[in-house]
């Protein structure tokens, strides 16, 4: 068994220094943990949430380069394209805003923790690297741009 004595000895010793510590360890994350991720994620969510969070993920699938480049030189965002929709897209929006309304506040954190920018940036990262590198080549002005878009699609489906 080792004394107290002996302990403060370690933490003297030059070769555990914090200093060989690297601060930050980054460790990306592949393809295949990205989609058991997002399978987990939906695995956690009621059936009727899973199909409208489906529905997010085809939006972000979807985004074509050249819009998203002029939406971001246009500063609009998904808020805007709703309110040009067909009454397809529109009356599937209502539905889930219609859900969401009077929906449990335990499911509407988990969908807002799920609609996020950065949750965003990782789909498009794996899922739609064409405009993952648009937004990624406007630098702030994209990622401001896909904060913006994210907001939005919060407040239309009322959970903001």
């Given at each position: 068994?080792?004394?107290?004595?002996?302990?403060?000895?370690?933490?003297q010793?030059?070769?555990?220094?914090?200093?060989?510590?690297?601060?930050?360890?980054?460790?990306?994350?592949?393809?295949?943990?990205?989609?058991?991720?997002?399978?987990?994620?939906?695995?956690?969510?009621?059936?009727?949430?899973?199909?409208?969070?489906?529905?997010v993920?085809?939006?972000?699938?979807?985004?074509?380069?050249?819009?998203?480049?002029?939406?971001?030189?246009?500063?609009?965002?998904?808020?805007?394209?709703?309110?040009?929709?067909?009454?397809?897209?529109?009356?599937?929006?209502?539905?889930?805003?219609?859900?969401?309304?009077?929906?449990?506040?335990?499911?509407?954190?988990?969908?807002?923790?799920?609609?996020?920018?950065?949750?965003?940036l990782?789909?498009?990262?794996?899922?739609?690297?064409?405009?993952?590198?648009?937004?990624?080549?406007?630098?702030?002005?994209?990622?401001?741009?896909?904060?913006?878009?994210?907001?939005?699609?919060?407040?239309?489906?009322?959970?903001?």
């Amino acid at each position: 068994m080792r004394k107290l004595s002996e302990n403060r000895d370690l933490d003297q010793d030059k070769s555990l220094s914090l200093d060989k510590i690297p601060e930050v360890i980054h460790i990306d994350l592949t393809g295949a943990a990205y989609e058991s991720d997002k399978d987990q994620l939906l695995k956690r969510l009621p059936p009727l949430v899973r199909g409208y969070m489906r529905e997010v993920f085809a939006y972000y699938r979807g985004l074509d380069p050249d819009s998203v480049i002029d939406s971001i030189e246009e500063n609009t965002t998904i808020k805007e394209k709703y309110e040009d929709a067909v009454f397809q897209e529109r009356i599937q929006i209502a539905a889930a805003r219609g859900y969401f309304k009077v929906a449990p506040p335990k499911i509407k954190n988990k969908v807002k923790g799920i609609i996020t920018a950065e949750n965003a940036l990782t789909q498009l990262r794996f899922e739609n690297p064409l405009v993952y590198q648009v937004i990624m080549s406007f630098g702030e002005r994209g990622k401001e741009w896909l904060i913006n878009n994210t907001k939005d699609l919060l407040t239309l489906l009322k959970l903001e």
